[in-house]
């Protein structure tokens, strides 16, 4: 059994629990589509802070592109203070789902952006691993976010469960919406069955590539993790797991963005990972590498896409997934990099140095 008491247990756990998120999808899907059916939904909108924020942006990258449903991610005290739900006009209130992303249910601003949601009539609804916790009070449907205990502050299991679990209410809605067609719609789902049925060897992989390269990493002077497309959205989530466990200076850019003015911080202590594969920057991205590694011997490319000139500074995973798939793995070897260098540098990632509390309310 894994220890839910550690971050390193957690992490461990992720294959059987993503297999368990799996295998009981219809828990979390089935009041997601019955709202959806029953509300004349023609938008989304997700919430959430930190690592929820992230499954945000990478979730509404999935019903856009996926489903063909208008969505977009929001930070919710950003939203709740300077945003619209729609600034054309153009939409009722009934036709735009506010969707609140909490593990903990206790995410201080995304609760009061749910309760503000409520009160001015729009649908809500709530992917969270606690049925009895505070967001559930402000919203109309309450979906079971399948994680399990996770009792540690920083979340690994509880984003890749996050993540599995908007890509598989995507599909369900592309199928609802004729997007997919059922052909398409069961091959994504074997897709993705295989894809973790498999995921033990991304955490092997990912484990046998921080050892090749923890020296250089967990000395650096500063990290930067760039991201394209859909992986934006994991290089952000990177950032936020080394920010809280390796606790070094961390910067998330959009990888073309980075090369506008930042690059010129890169040293000799700079360590760049870059992640991506299917899109368009992939070419980009591998001229990038290059480039860089003129100024840092420590540039990673984290891939699943096989190319010339990568070496063992780089990890190319041997399980090949799509675009939408691929963001599961990707987070593991920041998991690795954040939760197991802060332990070989003798960081307690148990204990929150920041006692002073302004994000959740108590559980």
Same mark, same amino acid.
């Given at each position: 059994m894994a220890d839910n008491?550690?971050?390193?247990?957690?992490?461990?756990?992720?294959?059987?629990?993503?297999?368990?998120?799996?295998?009981?999808? *219809?828990?979390?899907?089935? $009041?997601?589509?019955? *709202?959806?059916?029953?509300?004349?939904?023609?938008?989304?909108?997700?919430?959430?802070?930190?690592?929820?924020?992230?499954?945000?942006?990478?979730?509404?990258?999935?019903?856009?592109?996926?489903?063909?449903?208008?969505?977009?991610?929001?930070? $919710?005290?950003?939203?709740?203070?300077?945003? *619209?739900?729609?600034?054309?006009?153009?939409?009722?209130?009934?036709?735009?789902?506010?969707?609140?992303?909490?593990?903990?249910?206790?995410?201080?601003?995304?609760?009061?952006?749910?309760?503000?949601?409520?009160?001015?009539?729009? $649908?809500?609804?709530?992917?969270?691993?606690?049925?009895?916790?505070?967001?559930?009070?402000?919203?109309?449907?309450?979906?079971?976010?399948?994680?399990?205990?996770?009792?540690?502050?920083?979340?690994? *299991?509880?984003?890749?469960?996050?993540?599995?679990?908007?890509?598989?209410?995507?599909?369900?809605?592309?199928?609802?919406?004729?997007?997919?067609?059922?052909?398409?719609?069961?091959?994504?789902?074997?897709?993705?069955?295989?894809?973790?049925?498999?995921?033990?060897?991304?955490?092997?992989?990912?484990?046998?590539?921080?050892?090749?390269?923890?020296?250089?990493?967990v000395n650096s002077d500063r990290i930067y993790v760039l991201g394209y497309g859909i992986d934006y959205g994991s290089a952000l989530e990177a950032q936020l797991k080394i920010g809280e466990m390796l606790r070094l200076p961390c910067l998330g850019y959009e990888i073309v963005e980075y090369s506008h003015g930042p690059t010129m911080a890169l040293n000799k202590k700079g360590t760049v990972f870059m992640i991506g594969s299917e899109e368009k920057e992939y070419g980009q991205m591998l001229e990038f590498k290059e480039a860089f590694r003129q100024y840092s011997d420590r540039v990673h490319v984290i891939t699943c896409k096989d190319a010339e000139g990568l070496d063992g500074r780089d990890l190319v995973f041997s399980l090949k997934a799509d675009k939408y798939l691929a963001p599961l793995m990707y987070t593991v070897p920041f998991q690795f990099v954040a939760a197991k260098g802060a332990k070989d540098i003798g960081i307690d990632t148990a204990i929150d140095p920041f006692e002073i509390p302004l994000a959740h309310y108590k559980g």
């Open positions: 008491t550690t971050v390193l247990g957690n992490m461990a756990e992720q294959p059987e629990r993503l297999a368990y998120v799996f295998q009981n999808r *219809k828990d979390f899907i089935t $009041p997601f589509i019955e *709202k959806l059916r029953s509300s004349r939904i023609r938008k989304i909108i997700f919430f959430g802070s930190g690592t929820s924020y992230n499954v945000s942006l990478i979730a509404a990258y999935y019903f856009k592109h996926i489903a063909g449903i208008a969505a977009e991610a929001q930070y $919710p005290t950003v939203f709740m203070n300077y945003e *619209k739900a729609d600034w054309c006009g153009f939409l009722s209130k009934d036709e735009i789902l506010f969707a609140g992303i909490s593990q903990s249910g206790t995410s201080r601003s995304t609760c009061e952006l749910m309760e503000y949601a409520k009160e001015n009539g729009y $649908p809500t609804l709530a992917l969270t691993g606690n049925l009895n916790s505070e967001i559930c009070r402000h919203v109309d449907v309450s979906c079971p976010m399948l994680v399990g205990d996770e009792l540690t502050p920083p979340e690994t *299991k509880g984003y890749t469960v996050s993540l599995l679990s908007v890509y598989l209410w995507a599909l369900e809605a592309a199928l609802n919406k004729g997007t997919l067609d059922r052909e398409r719609y069961e091959r994504k789902i074997t897709e993705c069955e295989d894809f973790i049925g498999h995921f033990d060897q991304v955490m092997k992989e990912s484990a046998s590539w921080y050892e090749r390269n923890k020296t250089t990493i």
